[in-house]
């Protein structure tokens, strides 16, 4: 069975930094395509950051040059540094796999509050 987990999500100012973390049970993050997704209340999940295994990156226009995904294989998890934040930010922060989500994989998500 495989289960991902979100942590790092906090209250942040404008102009902060957080890094966020997502562990994964049951399979290998190092052999797939892994991606950050953020949701904002009343909209779908965006897949905003994706990694492949070899390790190219791929970043949605709103988070290029703000955010960094990237592998640790000792934890067997995904990364992603958030840097230069914005209120927009705002969100839940859920990883899957990339770039079509498994449905069954959605953890609980982490919380990102950016405030003005």
């Known amino acids: 069975q495989v289960q991902l987990v979100e942590s790092g999500g906090a209250l942040v100012q404008g102009g902060g930094s957080l890094r966020l973390s997502c562990r994964a049970y049951?399979?290998?993050?190092?052999?797939?395509?892994m991606g950050w997704y953020r949701q904002v209340p009343g909209n779908q999940r965006e897949l905003i950051a994706r990694?492949?295994?070899?390790?190219?990156?791929k970043y949605a226009d709103s988070v290029k040059d703000r955010f960094t995904i990237s592998r640790d294989a000792a934890n067997n998890a995904i990364v992603l540094d958030m840097t230069k934040l914005k209120p927009d930010d705002t969100g839940t922060y859920y990883c899957?796999?990339?770039?079509?989500?498994?449905?069954?994989?959605w953890g609980q998500g982490t919380q990102v509050t950016v405030s003005s």
């Open positions: 049951g399979i290998n993050v190092k052999f797939m395509q």
């Open positions: 899957n796999v990339a770039p079509t989500p498994h449905p069954s994989y």
């Open positions: 990694i492949k295994p070899d390790p190219e990156t």
